[in-house]
């Protein structure tokens, strides 16, 4: 746990290497480690383009994947419509295992939004839910003795700076979609915050100063004018660290337009994670070493 917490101190996540014959250790490290690609009894190095995607995490890098499910689309001018559905077809979603459980968090919005009157975020929550994405995975074809898995994870901490009320609601869903935790900033989503039930005040908090980023994020999702919003992502671009994927929306997107409306790209709240397994090397008496 020391040495995976001083590896994490540094920022840099490109690729770690594990040598160990026990399934404990593996799932051990594999859970803890902030990294984009990992290696389980195997060289580090020559990653095969849609066997093992390659992109770190960090200092390392923010993403898309080359050979990822969503490289191609991130070449695009414009962002394809039904992306989130489209992945959600081919990917393996483990509710039980997604740190977060961005489901029953977003069927709490949905739930809470329907007793608030409010159809358009229960519409939006009830849309989001039929692919949910966070804890994703999918199994990579690859060669004979070697297991090769692909990961969508939640980026941790969302600064979400709305102008409007329908605009935070907006930004809140998204956040619990891709089993992050909303930062709030600016009075909209203060009010936001308040009004929310315990259940759901567990995923937000709110900082104070709506110029101030300073605080620890992730990914920024902001509404407003299009001024604001290059003021703010000189400020997050003066940050040390990792480069911050930052989303913006005209004020007042979410109040008429309903979901089919501008919406944020859930994808880009994502981490992407490859696992390569050399399957080979676990043969042997692998079982009689974890014996005891």
């Not at 869903?173 to 930062?183: D, F, I, K, P, Q």
Request: some cysteine.
């Amino acid at each position: 746990m020391k040495l995976l917490d001083q590896i994490r101190s540094t920022g840099y996540g490109l690729t770690l290497g594990i040598h160990t014959r026990i399934d404990e250790t593996i799932a051990h490290v594999i859970a803890r480690a902030h990294v984009g690609n990992i290696y389980v009894n195997r060289n580090v190095i020559g990653a095969v383009v849609g066997v093992q995607p390659f992109g770190g995490e960090g200092l390392s890098g923010t993403g898309p994947k080359a050979g990822g499910a969503l490289y191609l689309q991130r070449l695009l001018a414009k962002r394809p419509t039904g992306l989130p559905k489209s992945l959600a077809s081919t990917l393996v979603v483990d509710q039980a295992a997604a740190k977060g459980t961005p489901a029953a968090a977003l069927t709490a919005l949905r739930d809470w939004a329907i007793g608030e009157r409010d159809p358009q975020t229960a519409a939006r929550c009830d849309d989001y839910l039929q692919h949910v994405m966070a804890g994703a995975t999918a199994a990579l074809s690859g060669p004979t003795g070697e297991r090769n898995t692909y990961t969508l994870g939640a980026r941790g901490t969302v600064l979400c700076v709305p102008a409007t009320a329908s605009g935070a609601r907006a930004q809140l869903a998204a956040v619990l979609a891709t089993g992050n935790r909303a930062l709030f900033s600016g009075s909209a989503g203060e009010q936001l915050a308040a009004s929310l039930l315990a259940a759901l005040k567990a995923y937000v908090s709110v900082k104070k100063g709506a110029k101030d980023v300073s605080a620890d994020f992730d990914a920024v999702l902001f509404e407003g004018d299009s001024d604001e919003l290059l003021s703010l992502v000189k400020e997050v671009a003066k940050r040390p660290g990792p480069i911050v994927s930052v989303q913006g929306v005209a004020a007042g997107a979410f109040a008429d337009a309903g979901h089919d409306g501008e919406d944020y790209a859930l994808e880009r709240l994502l981490t992407e994670r490859s696992v390569s397994v050399n399957t080979a090397a676990a043969g042997g008496n692998a079982n009689l070493m974890t014996i005891g």
